[in-house]
């Protein structure tokens, strides 16, 4: 079974401050997507990354993908009540299903106004 | 267009009853998938379908029966309810045949609880 573990699990911060959630995996991802889910609501995607080394913004939330495509990061530069949520990674496995995708456990993180 | 529907989106069921749970896309996906989600464990793959007619197991399959009849729709059969099995439950659907696009698309969950 392939892992796919994020840190930190939960995470509690004041509007504005700046956080970095991880996801890592000991095998390598064809693709990578992060998801942020609000409570009583499915999961909706904030990106995906393909590429080893890619970088990509949206707004506030910058997201790296390792240049070995085993890990990735999601950065939040000055954090907003409005960002809380659990955000989820997700990776496509390299030789299998197009598909498929694995989970990781999430971050759940609030942010205090 | 809806995305992604679940209905019913709360259940509450006994011990040993059967239901079944609903799923409909309006996005012509060709994969459609049932997770199911509890708290410090993530999302696990319970059963997919990689197009109509076809269907398999995932992670998590003991207990439930998946069907796809049409592109559209792909329910979920919960055969004798267990308390193991109080859960969300999520529905989701990719793959535009052509565009090589592999994004997730979820509905909104459906809250069970077994007593």
């Known amino acids: 079974t392939q892992l796919l573990e994020q840190s930190p699990q939960f995470l509690s911060i004041q509007e504005g401050e700046n956080l970095t959630v991880y996801c890592n995996s000991s095998?390598?991802?064809?693709?990578l997507q992060w998801y942020r889910q609000e409570p009583g609501e499915g999961p909706v995607l904030l990106v995906t990354?393909?590429?080893?080394?890619e970088v990509k913004k949206l707004k506030r939330l910058t997201f790296q993908f390792g240049d070995a495509r085993k890990d990735s990061s999601l950065h939040i530069t000055a954090a907003q009540p409005g960002d809380t949520g659990l955000y989820l990674c997700?990776?496509?496995?390299?030789?299998?299903?197009?598909?498929?995708?694995?989970f990781g456990k999430g971050t759940l993180l609030t942010v205090n106004p | 267009n809806a995305g992604v529907t679940q209905t019913p989106k709360f259940q509450v069921l006994k011990t040993g009853q059967s239901m079944t749970l609903q799923c409909a896309q309006d996005?012509?996906?060709?994969?459609m998938s049932w997770y199911r989600q509890d708290p410090g464990m993530g999302l696990r793959l319970i059963h997919y379908?990689?197009?109509?007619?076809?269907?398999d197991q995932g992670e998590v399959p003991n207990g439930y029966n998946v069907s796809r009849s049409t592109t559209e729709d792909f329910p979920l059969r919960l055969l004798s309810a267990a308390p193991s099995q109080t859960s969300v439950y999520f529905c989701?659907?990719?793959?535009?045949?052509?565009?090589?696009?592999?994004?997730?698309?979820f509905g909104p969950g459906t809250r069970l609880t077994v007593t």
């Open positions: 095998s390598v991802f064809s693709s």
């Open positions: 997700a990776g496509r496995y390299s030789g299998g299903s197009n598909y498929k995708l694995t």
């Open positions: 996005m012509n996906h060709e994969y």
């Open positions: 379908s990689v197009g109509a007619g076809i269907t």
């Open positions: 990354v393909v590429t080893g080394g």
């Open positions: 989701a659907s990719s793959y535009l045949p052509g565009t090589g696009q592999y994004e997730q698309y």
